[in-house]
């Protein structure tokens, strides 16, 4: 089992910035490839980011790629998802997720996931 618990959340101005971070627990952390994604109030849950296990690989959902940027530090069992000009269509309930296989932006294909980080941006 993968424990994965959120942070950072909250609400910023349009054209701001959050960081999010996710602390992993339980089994070897960089084993795992791991994902941020998102869902707003009547929406599907979609793709934002994935990283590999080292780190030597990110992925990005087209609508955020140039504004957000997804890092890990293993030695910290953390993921971090910086957001950068924010825009109020990022408003959603943000989670990470865990996936011990290949990074992929298929959200059936992760193992574990988190509760969840509330982004609330306002214009």
């Known amino acids: 089992q993968v424990q994965l618990v959120e942070s950072g959340g909250g609400l910023v101005q349009a054209g701001g910035s959050l960081r999010l971070s996710c602390a992993a627990s339980g089994r070897t952390f960089s084993n795992y490839a791991m994902g941020w994604f998102r869902q707003a109030p009547g929406k599907e849950r979609e793709f934002v980011a994935a990283?590999?296990?080292?780190?030597?690989?990110?992925y990005y959902a087209d609508s955020v790629k140039g504004r957000f940027t997804i890092s890990r530090d293993n030695a910290k069992n953390t993921v971090y998802l910086q957001m950068n000009s924010l825009k109020p269509v990022d408003t959603a309930v943000y989670y990470c997720?865990?996936?011990?296989?290949?990074?992929?932006?298929?959200?059936?294909?992760?193992?574990?996931w988190g509760q969840g980080t509330q982004v609330t941006v306002s214009s």
């Open positions: 997720a865990a996936e011990l296989s290949t990074v992929t932006y298929r959200a059936y294909e992760y193992d574990y």
């Open positions: 990283i590999s296990w080292s780190g030597g690989s990110t």
